[in-house]
């Protein structure tokens, strides 16, 4: 059976999370794919500190050395912030390995050109896990998409606002009570500020309108609205009005072509399919021609969910290239 | 460029919706894919009626006469009931064919015989159609199989029933007046037992189990309860404690590995994802081990919500043949 090679670049929560379901997974994979991924590389920036038993001899702080490996053919992603981790999925695709990444920071910005990198090199850009964590929203959209047109994006793109927000009406905590608790729980950064303030929703949500229509909205032109003005006493008054805040991210094709988007919290009814969308889950609702709206709602973040999906990306790119007929 | 035809089983309303839909966008998925496809033979019981303008002299009633067409690839079935649909898809598959289908009844009680041959004459089975229509609960639960276990399934499976109860709330309508509205609009069949009684739902489910579990209950086992017995007063009295009546579908493997189902009418408050699931709109839920609960919305039949994912398992088909190499 073959074997390829994988390298995991970033060890945090999302990396450790793929090595391992990739190893509890290991010999179903194998099975299901008949192919046997090993994990031959982890790429750190210290690599003294083994974070989990057994992977210290596989700790390398260059990516020359990544690529160096005889073999590797598929690079999981899971860096913070744009650099180095553009440059190293450049590096990856022109070395002709695969790339997977949950990084949105750098994919908001610069995942049009890596996939159009990766298409000239004959590779594949999974990305499911920049968005929306454990919620399948890129594979399903990209199916949609075959046979309808997308028209309006509207969702909820952060677990830690929407675990806030609950907390607060649910609760009755202020939001730095809120805050505070979702930083304990692991959910919120220890700085919050891309959290809070919206810019990481705006950057999934730049990622869905790349998607969708082939571009984004001039992001000077996107007026991004966080949640940290909301009191206690705002929620208290819509709770008793029986209206609840999300913060919403929206991104819509207009008649005239076009792009428009926004970041805002909004207050909804029980009506309303983001109403019931609680704690950490997100939300995305796409508008379509053919089908009519289309609604997915799961965990936006976490360890497991979004390594998961990262792992789905890889037996979806295995499952491309095995053992179909080509003479079409 | 390689024309490669298709024929559609079944004229009705999702038969014709696939023709509009390959018709619109021929040219897009023409590029999009390579290939272009041909509507070639449209199997009908009836090949004097002509039901869409320009499409008589591709009628037949004859499945020999659609196998005899040379070049013949690609077979959409929408056709109620399991024969003659089971028959003309085996030979359809043995002749090389691959095959598409929205045809539940059948799909339930057959589906994975017919997964099987078409493993073994080396083509695809897409079946999104069979179950929750518009909602591609089949491609998601497959993607996410590939690396989790699936160990609960709930949902609102039959569009009908939710229309009916929806209006039963919403307008205070008996469930005789909601049931002739469902029938006006084309939503329930003239005769509606399948619909309220919870068969219908049941098939479904049956589907979604043997693609979670690879396999089914024993049929018998299964307790089905329609909405035929829900009164006005109750429905009434449940909206005056802030509850709504849904039908929903469940089936679950048990620490055991036992496979248990039922399908039911039940009260849910809102907080239940399932609360604001109104109209015609079809609700999956998904539990999972890595990801947690996913839950799917949208449209639960329609001409153009199912025709629309008939054809994207087409785009999809053919994607996994063409131009990826296979030297892995």
Known sequence: MATIK??????GTVGQGIYHILNEKRQELKHK????????KIL??????ERVPGTAHL?????????AEPGMQVVFEAIVNEEPAFSYLKRAVEHKCHVITANKVMFAKKGLELQQLAKDNGVFVGYEATTAGGVPVIKTMKNILLVNDVSRIQGILNGTCNYILTKMRAEGWSFEAALQEAQKLGYAEADPYNDVSGQDAFKKLMVLSALAFGEQPDWADVEV???DGISAQQVEEATAKGLRYRHVAEVEKQANGKIVAKVEPLLVDAEHPLYPVEDVN?????DTNYIGTLTLVGPGAGMYPTASVMVEDYAEIIGKRAGFIVTI
């Open 6 to 11: 994988a390298a995991i670049l970033g060890f």
């Open 33 to 40: 794919l008949g192919i046997e991924l090993e994990v031959a």
């Open 44 to 49: 750190v920036t210290d690599a003294s500190r």
């Open 59 to 67: 700790m390398t702080t260059s990516m020359d050395d990544v690529l």
């Open 225 to 227: 609205i966080g949640i």
């Open 282 to 286: 997100n939300a995305v609702a796409l």
